[in-house]
């Protein structure tokens, strides 16, 4: 089945600080999503990346999508308090199947 | 718009109690979701559905089971609670077609307890 890894598995930036996190996948992509978690709360859909090249932005998080490497980044330019919490990727296998995901990567973002 | 509903927010169970996570949408998704997290491990797909009438196992289905009689309503029910079964549990749903699906909305989650 398909495994999903991100890294790092936490990450502590200085507000005002650019940041870069993985996801890479043990099989072909078909659809890459990220979603964020605000600790103890559920799951903020971000984006959806279905193309090898694909890149989408909203406000000021980028996320691309790398087909050849299996591999998705998601990067924040200029860093807030408000973007701290739990960053997961999930992705499935083609035909509808059920979205697989990582352990997340835990930010936190310091004055 | 509601979105998907998770009731109760937190519960704590007795080991061998029996409980049902209830979980509604309002939007019209054919599939919904049951995935549970534990800390440090991401999420884990207990059981879904593709539509009423019809379910699936997912990757730790033992110690659960679900029913979907109608579009909106997706429950999950805990048999003999056990410890191992504590976690934080969320209900997802989409609206999936031959194209692929669209993105999942999440509920807010059930934290469970088994003592």
């Known amino acids: 089945s398909q495994e999903l890894e991100q890294s790092p598995q936490s990450l502590i930036v200085q507000e005002g600080k650019n940041l870069t996190i993985n996801c890479t996948s043990s099989k072909t992509l078909y659809g890459l999503y990220w979603y964020k978690q605000k600790y103890g709360e559920g799951l903020i859909f971000l984006m959806m990346?279905?193309?090898?090249?694909e890149e989408k932005s909203h406000e000021k998080i980028t996320a691309k999508l790398d087909e050849k490497k299996q591999q998705s980044s998601l990067h924040i330019t200029a860093s807030q308090p408000s973007h701290a919490g739990i960053y997961l990727c999930g992705a499935d296998e083609g035909g509808n199947t059920p979205l697989v995901f990582g352990k997340g990567t835990r930010l936190s973002v310091i004055a | 718009n509601a979105g998907v509903t998770q009731t109760p927010k937190f519960r704590i169970l007795k080991i061998g109690q029996s409980m049902t996570l209830q979980c509604a949408q309002d939007?019209?998704?054919?599939?919904m979701y049951w995935y549970r997290q534990d800390p440090g491990m991401g999420l884990k797909l207990i059981y879904y559905?593709?539509?009423?009438?019809?379910?699936d196992k997912g990757e730790v289905p033992n110690g659960y089971n679900v029913s979907r009689s109608t579009t909106e309503d997706f429950p999950l029910r805990l048999e003999l609670a056990a410890p191992s079964q504590t976690s934080v549990y969320f209900c997802a749903s989409s609206y999936s077609t031959r194209g692929g699906n669209y993105g999942y909305t999440f509920g807010s989650g059930t934290r469970l307890t088994v003592v």
């Open positions: 559905s593709v539509g009423a009438g019809i379910t």
């Open positions: 939007m019209n998704h054919n599939y």
């Open positions: 990346l279905q193309k090898g090249g």
